[in-house]
């Protein structure tokens, strides 16, 4: 094969340079041979199996390059042979990754690949005309420098020594397909790059528990054996494979019985995908001058001049490719289906039908890569510890219901016999109303303000700390199955590349920093210099141009500070929302109040808030994908160097202000609102004109309960079901319309017969874990934040992740593009997000505890003015008295008889003095008491919890023993295996120094020598006489 491609590019390249009639081995070809590029050192000529004449050596030479240059085949059925696009055309070389583009036939018809494929004209040169005297069709600048970098960087490719096949006569009208295929030299050359651990021949048998441990995890395995997933990788294994880094002078160590299935398809996609980042394109039609397209797009030139270092994530960004992914590993449904993994993830977690089981986790990690496995592993993690959390928010509940009865708070507001008269809600509008009519409201509040919310607080802070630490050593477990333990970061800095824009922007200073220093040298006075030393340094240039050059604080100062003032504009953004929704609730409260129905006016604290939170909600979604796209923009704008610290810094900013956008209206309902109320006579106003609102008599607690609750479950459902569901159905759908436009003569047939990375290009193309982690981070925070509120938002959280788990399942095998598989030992940030949730948990709980509920102000009254110690009469010692008289003009109601009666006092929640006293409405002693008790609570409740974390954080240890132990064996293990290797190599050289040792003797015997020496002597020992 190797001769027959040479022969015939020879054959070409020659027939461009010396005529038509030269021959193969004429002196053109055998020119053209003698200018390989050997640009890629990595990759000795030896190693090479296919050897390709490097394209951009041939256009020098005036050939200029084309598809034929790639592996193209003639098969009379590539489908079957094939596998319908999974193999090269010859049915052995497996396509492990697929570059994509768009290209436009020419108007006569056929492409240069159909005229180099069926061989009916000769391969054009730069000159050369197309047919007899028939002129080159015109095209378009643009693509005409698209195609010529196609061309470079795809022979570039095949100089690190990939093999290359085209696909353009493909169902889908105007793109090509380029599959890649990585021979087994390159594989062994970059998993050893890349030290990628491997397993080796060497067996060893796990520790096992014993005793009563061992009979406990054999009735636990019994037990959850029927929701355990029918994968073998999921089985409990009793041995394990050595791992060790890939060497190709060791490769005696590792088990090459079977080439094809030593590195999977995860492994070899990675490969590719590292090859492609690493290969460069650097010149191109245009920018080298050539033609009249320099002259007639300038704008073209400086982008091209940007990607002098680029790989493939700069030519995906410039359109020169439209996608770049690894292929699935075949169909998932369908019963004539071959069996492959992704067939095997859709029966056994992409379905809704196994809600009920474990997850596959290995087989993810397998087919996915551990970054994807580790995220999964984490919401399995996650979704499992939710369920203690649930039963015990469901014990608090039910205790609240239960005693909801025997609360004598709630009974004395219910009691009309109090007969307790309260001061209007609103101005003039509104009238007086009876306490007794907030009843249902009381009683509600009790189900989720009792003595039980405090201890269900104290236990979700303890939760998130177990959680936290379960979570790590799962991830110690997981990293020690799937060879993780000596990955260290610094080894990901190997292939930690710098992103395509950082390098344009260094390259861009470059230049200007260049221009600079030489208008200086222009005024300055030519000096007579060595014409050898001038033009050392001129060469020099450009190589140095950009290697000291970095991107400093000051370059990124505009950036900075445009970050600064759009988060805070972004936030402010936020809060003149929460704003105008207090101003809704408040003019419609009024309104509400002047209406003529009885039951209007009753409800009006439900239907104000009810509608207010909706709004909230549907503002929140709305607010959320802005905020995504402009944390997006932000991070561009900063250029960060490399991918992890574009990936971080992202996080951040969108973590920021989704959580500023998310629980802003929560924190106004639980620390705001009715704390800077006034007091009748005197409120405050917004405006002048809106009256700041009050919470109603039973406290802010149910309202923080209601505002939780429809935005936690609303934001989880519109998202699973809108956004996750019905958008990339309705983007597929659209792409599918879009598709058959196109060509619509025999779609139905063609669509039959779709080639793999024909069917996988159609798939959305994936776009992080960011949103997936986003979304459960954020439910994390409803679920530990204000949980003193809600004590049901670990059940609801629990119901959402097992829906979530299988949705994203689905997603991953069935609507998205296979991502290229990433190695990680951990989370990343997402851990330290995660701690600082749970910290905050914490203060945050205890603030809703001591300010928010009545928790305090009962303990308060129950000990210290309670007069038979019962909670008698707590409901009068919370409210104050004003005297109507005492109104400001223009304020007091409008109908003041509304409830049949004229009302002399109103009472009005607030700790001050009465309107008989001295100094009347002043805040009384009772009111600084209760101050004093609910910080007094809020220092000792934070510190006794954090403590109590803390402890539970030292006593769990991080890595669980029998993994310590098993990390230690392999060590020992491993460096034993090396010292009997060593030993082997020793006593094998000593074995072959004897035998040389033993030849060399009687050839010295034999050898005449110039003296004689004199005979020994006569002896046992030696013998006389002379041979």
């Known amino acids: 094969m190797e001769e027959t491609v040479v022969d015939l590019l020879l054959a070409k390249a020659a027939g461009a340079v010396d005529g038509e009639g030269a021959p193969p081995g004429g002196p053109g070809a055998q020119a053209a041979a003698m200018r390989v590029n050997e640009k890629y050192s990595t990759l000795p000529a030896e190693d090479r199996s296919v050897h390709i004449i490097n394209i951009c050596a041939i256009e020098d030479i005036g050939y200029l390059p084309s598809e034929g240059t790639l592996l193209n085949s003639l098969s009379v059925d590539p489908d079957a042979e094939c596998k319908y696009g999974l193999y090269f055309r010859d049915g052995k070389r497996k396509v492990d990754y697929i570059l994509v583009y768009h290209h436009k036939r020419a108007s006569g018809g056929r492409t240069l690949a159909r005229r180099a494929q069926h061989g009916d004209q000769p391969l054009p040169g730069k000159a050369g005309p197309l047919g007899a005297g028939e002129p080159e069709p015109p095209l378009d600048y643009h693509e005409d420098d698209k195609r010529f970098r196609r061309e470079e960087?795809?022979?570039?490719?095949?100089?690190?020594?990939?093999?290359?096949?085209?696909?353009?006569?493909?169902?889908?009208?105007?793109?090509?397909?380029?599959?890649?295929?990585?021979?087994?030299?390159?594989?062994?050359?970059?998993?050893?790059?890349?030290?990628?651990?491997?397993?080796?021949?060497?067996?060893?048998?796990?520790?096992?528990?014993?005793?009563?441990?061992?009979?406990?995890?054999?009735?636990?395995?019994?037990?959850?054996?029927?929701?355990?997933?029918?994968?073998?990788?999921?089985?409990?294994?009793t041995t394990k494979?050595?791992?060790?880094?890939?060497?190709?002078?060791?490769?005696?160590?590792?088990?090459?019985?079977?080439?094809?299935?030593?590195?999977?398809?995860?492994?070899?996609?990675?490969?590719?995908?590292?090859?492609?980042?690493?290969?460069?394109?650097?010149?191109?039609?245009?920018?080298?001058?050539?033609?009249?397209g320099r002259k007639k797009d300038s704008a073209l030139l400086n982008k091209r001049r940007k990607c002098d270092r680029h790989g493939i994530t700069s030519l995906l960004a410039n359109g020169v490719y439209s996608a770049a992914y690894p292929l699935h590993d075949g169909d998932y449904e369908g019963d004539n289906v071959e069996f492959n993994d992704r067939k095997l993830l859709y029966e056994e977690w992409a379905s809704y039908g196994v809600f009920y089981k474990y997850q596959p986790i290995d087989l993810v990690r397998k087919y996915f890569g551990e970054k994807i496995g580790l995220y999964f592993a984490w919401l399995g993690v996650y979704t499992q510890m939710l369920i203690p959390a649930s039963v015990v928010g469901i014990i608090v509940f039910l205790y609240g219901w239960a005693t909801v009865d025997d609360n004598i708070p709630s009974m004395e507001m219910c009691d009309q016999r109090h007969n307790i008269t309260m001061c209007p809600l609103c101005d003039k509008t509104c009238s007086y109303w009876k306490m007794s009519s907030a009843c249902a409201t009381a009683r509600a509040s009790h189900l989720f303000d009792n003595p039980a919310t405090v201890f269900f607080s104290v236990f979700m802070a303890l939760w998130a700390a177990t959680f936290m630490e379960h979570w790590k050593r799962k991830q110690m477990r997981l990293n020690y199955r799937w060879d993780l333990t000596g990955f260290e970061e610094e080894e990901e800095a190997v292939k930690d590349h710098p992103r395509a824009e950082y390098e344009a922007r260094v390259l861009e200073k470059s230049l200007r920093k260049e221009s600079k220093n030489k208008e200086k040298r222009r005024h300055l006075p030519e000096e007579p210099t060595n014409k050898w030393r001038q033009r050392v340094k001129t060469a020099m240039a450009g190589v140095k141009l950009t290697d000291k050059v970095k991107l400093t604080w000051r370059d990124r100062f505009p950036a900075y500070f445009t970050n600064l003032v759009s988060i805070v504009f972004m936030i402010a953004v936020t809060f003149a929302i929460v704003l105008g929704v207090i101003i809704y609730r408040i003019?419609?409260?009024?309104?509400?109040?002047?209406?003529?129905?009885?039951?209007?006016?009753?409800?009006?604290?439900?239907?104000?808030?009810?509608?207010?939170?909706?709004?909230?909600?549907?503002?929140?979604?709305?607010?959320?994908?802005?905020?995504?796209?402009?944390?997006?923009?932000?991070?561009?704008?900063?250029?960060?160097?490399?991918?992890?610290?574009?990936?971080?810094?992202?996080?951040f900013k969108a973590f920021l202000?989704?959580?500023?956008?998310?629980?802003?209206?929560?924190?106004?309902?639980?620390?705001?609102?009715?704390?800077?109320?006034?007091?009748?006579?005197?409120?405050?106003?917004?405006?002048?004109?809106?009256?700041?609102?009050?919470?109603?008599?039973?406290?802010?607690?149910?309202?923080?309960?209601i505002q939780?609750?429809?935005?936690?479950?609303?934001?989880?459902?519109?998202?699973?079901?809108?956004?996750?569901?019905?958008?990339?159905?309705?983007?597929?759908?659209?792409?599918?319309?879009?598709?058959?436009?196109?060509?619509?003569?025999?779609?139905?047939?063609?669509?039959?017969?779709?080639?793999?990375?024909?069917?996988?290009?159609?798939l959305e193309p994936f776009a992080g874990l960011t949103p997936e982690y986003?979304?459960?981070?954020?439910?994390?925070?409803?679920?530990?934040?204000?949980?003193?509120?809600?004590?049901?938002?670990?059940?609801?959280?629990?119901?959402?992740?097992?829906?979530?788990?299988?949705?994203?399942?689905?997603?991953?095998?069935?609507?998205?593009?296979?991502?290229?598989?990433?190695?990680?030992?951990?989370?990343?940030?997402?851990?330290?997000?995660?701690?600082?949730?749970?910290?905050?948990?914490?203060?945050?709980?205890?603030?809703?505890?001591?300010?928010?509920?009545?928790?305090?102000?009962?303990?308060?009254?129950?000990?210290?003015?309670?007069?038979?110690?019962?909670?008698?009469?707590?409901?009068?010692?919370?409210?104050?008295?004003?005297?109507?008289?005492?109104?400001?003009?223009?304020?007091?109601?409008?109908?003041?008889?509304?409830?049949?009666?004229?009302?002399?006092?109103c009472r009005y929640k607030d700790y001050r003095e009465p309107p008989w006293s001295e100094h009347k409405y002043d805040i009384s002693k009772?009111?600084?008491?209760?101050?004093?008790?609910?910080?007094?609570?809020?220092?000792?409740?934070?510190?006794?919890?954090?403590?109590?974390?803390?402890?539970?954080?030292?006593?769990?240890?991080?890595?669980?023993?029998?993994i310590s132990q098993q990390i230690h064996k392999e060590k020992v293990l491993m460096v034993e295996l090396f010292m009997r290797e060593e030993q082997g190599k020793q006593q094998l050289l000593d074995t072959w120094m004897e035998k040389d040792r033993k030849k060399a003797e009687p050839c010295n015997n034999h050898s005449p020598a110039p003296a004689a020496p004199p005979p020994p002597p006569a002896g046992p020992d030696f013998p006389g006489g002379s041979l």
Request: proline letters at 4%.
């Open 153 to 237: 960087y795809e022979g570039n490719l095949v100089e690190a020594g990939l093999e290359l096949e085209r696909d353009e006569d493909t169902k889908i009208h105007g793109v090509g397909f380029v599959k890649i295929h990585a021979p087994w030299n390159v594989l062994c050359r970059e998993a050893e790059f890349l030290k990628l651990k491997m397993p080796t021949k060497k067996l060893y048998h796990i520790s096992e528990t014993r005793g009563l441990l061992k009979k406990i995890n054999s009735v636990l395995q019994k037990i959850t054996d029927p929701i355990q997933p029918k994968v073998a990788e999921h089985r409990p294994q």
């Open 241 to 292: 494979r050595l791992s060790y880094p890939f060497s190709r002078e060791k490769q005696h160590l590792f088990d090459l019985s079977d080439k094809d299935s030593f590195f999977d398809s995860k492994t070899r996609s990675t490969i590719v995908y590292e090859i492609l980042k690493r290969t460069t394109c650097t010149k191109a039609k245009y920018s080298m001058g050539q033609g009249e």
């Open 587 to 651: 003019s419609t409260a009024a309104a509400l109040a002047m209406n003529s129905s009885p039951s209007v006016r009753s409800n009006i604290r439900v239907t104000v808030t009810a509608t207010a939170v909706i709004i909230n909600l549907v503002v929140i979604i709305l607010l959320d994908e802005v905020y995504g796209c402009i944390a997006r923009w932000l991070t561009k704008i900063e250029v960060p160097k490399t991918e992890k610290s574009f990936e971080e810094r992202l996080i």
């Open 657 to 705: 202000l989704k959580f500023v956008n998310s629980y802003t209206p929560i924190f106004y309902v639980a620390f705001f609102k009715g704390r800077f109320v006034g007091r009748p006579g005197d409120y405050v106003y917004i405006f002048r004109s809106f009256r700041m609102e009050e919470c109603a008599p039973g406290g802010c607690l149910m309202e923080l309960c």
């Open 708 to 762: 939780l609750s429809i935005i936690m479950l609303g934001k989880q459902l519109i998202q699973n079901n809108l956004f996750e569901i019905g958008i990339p159905k309705m983007k597929k759908f659209i792409r599918y319309l879009r598709l058959k436009h196109q060509s619509p003569a025999d779609h139905d047939e063609h669509a039959k017969k779709k080639q793999r990375y024909e069917v996988d290009y159609t």
């Open 774 to 905: 986003m979304e459960m981070i954020i439910q994390f925070g409803f679920v530990t934040l204000f949980v003193a509120s809600f004590p049901l938002a670990p059940l609801f959280a629990l119901l959402n992740n097992i829906i979530e788990i299988r949705l994203d399942a689905k997603k991953f095998v069935t609507e998205l593009r296979r991502p290229v598989a990433v190695r990680a030992k951990d989370i990343g940030i997402w851990y330290n997000i995660l701690r600082g949730v749970g910290k905050l948990a914490v203060i945050i709980n205890a603030f809703v505890i001591s300010f928010t509920s009545d928790f305090i102000p009962r303990l308060v009254y129950l000990y210290m003015y309670s007069e038979n110690g019962t909670m008698h009469g707590f409901v009068n010692h919370t409210l104050s008295s004003f005297n109507v008289s005492d109104f400001q003009n223009g304020t007091a109601p409008s109908d003041p008889l509304d409830l049949g009666y004229e009302v002399q006092i």
């Open 926 to 962: 009772d009111f600084w008491a209760v101050l004093a008790a609910r910080l007094a609570f809020v220092i000792v409740f934070q510190n006794l919890v954090m403590f109590m974390s803390d402890f539970v954080d030292w006593v769990i240890p991080d890595i669980p023993k029998d």
